[in-house]
């Protein structure tokens, strides 16, 4: 079992930026890929990026690439997303997942843990 704990999320302007921590407990977090998702009003849950074990590969939608950013550090048990240049689209509920399995994917069906998510407001 795996608890995720998302933060960082807030109120922020448009051209702002946000960096948002996701902190694992209960089991080896350097087992899991770790996935960023986020959740816009009346949408459905969408893929933002990924992040391998190692941290050494990620992977971003179109959507984030060139803005956001994942990082991890394994020994503090903890995955970042880092969004700059954040735009009023990008207003959503935010979650954090942990995938232990070696394959990529982007369907949420596929990961096994998730965080309670955390909220991003960009206003214009």
């Known amino acids: 079992q795996v608890q995720l704990v998302e933060s960082g999320g807030g109120w922020v302007q448009a051209g702002g930026s946000l960096r948002l921590s996701c902190v694992a407990s209960g089991s080896t977090f350097s087992n899991y890929s770790m996935g960023w998702f986020r959740r816009a009003p009346g949408k459905e849950r969408e893929f933002v990026g990924r992040?391998?074990?190692?941290?050494?590969?990620?992977f971003y939608t179109d959507s984030a690439k060139g803005r956001f950013t994942i990082s991890r550090d394994n020994a503090k048990n903890t995955a970042y997303l880092q969004m700059n240049s954040l735009k009023p689209e990008d207003t959503a509920v935010y979650y954090c997942?942990?995938?232990?399995?070696?394959?990529?994917?982007?369907?949420?069906?596929?990961?096994?843990?998730w965080g309670q998510g955390t909220q991003v407001t960009v206003s214009s």
């Open positions: 992040i391998s074990r190692s941290g050494g590969n990620t």
């Open positions: 997942a942990a995938d232990r399995s070696y394959v990529f994917t982007v369907r949420t069906s596929e990961y096994d843990y």
